[in-house]
């Protein structure tokens, strides 16, 4: 009976070298908006979000009018294209006291982030044109 192991070892390792051999996508950001930047927005929403989240979003109401102006008007000013749908869900969803409890403008800076820095996954783009 003829012994395959040698064949099957090599046939294993041509597909290891094939996983290796795959050139990686190259991502190109859309827009120049620094990392530092993102970072700055992303610390107010996520303290925006812990406040809301420690008082269920009963006493944040007045800093969440100041991080709506703040992050509407670096949207306005930064962004290529204003996000309108996504900026009035999380201002609407973090102006209703106890959903406001959720994440929502972490959520927003993270999604704009991804976008920007062409990270998105494909199919989340494909469930968003779905969506419109």
């Not at 064949?7 to 390792?13: H, I, L, T, V």
């Not at 190259?26 to 420690?54: M, N, Q, R």
């Not at 008007?73 to 102006?95: C, E, M, N, Q, Y």
Request: with cysteine.
């Amino acid at each position: 009976m003829p012994d395959y192991s040698e064949q099957w070892a090599q046939a294993q390792a041509k597909k290891r070298k094939i996983k290796k051999t795959r050139k990686k996508k190259k991502v190109t950001p859309i827009s120049d908006i620094s990392d530092v930047e993102f970072f700055l927005l992303f610390c107010l929403a996520i303290l925006k979000d812990i406040l809301d989240g420690l008082t269920l979003g009963t006493i944040g109401w007045l800093v969440n009018i100041i991080v709506i102006v703040t992050l509407g008007l670096w949207s306005l000013f930064r962004l290529h294209k204003f996000p309108t749908k996504r900026f009035i869900a999380g201002a609407v969803g973090d102006s209703i006291p106890l959903i406001s409890a959720f994440p929502f403008w972490t959520g927003f800076i993270l999604i704009i982030f991804l976008e920007q820095k062409g990270l998105m996954p494909k199919w989340i783009g494909k469930l968003a044109k779905a969506i419109k």
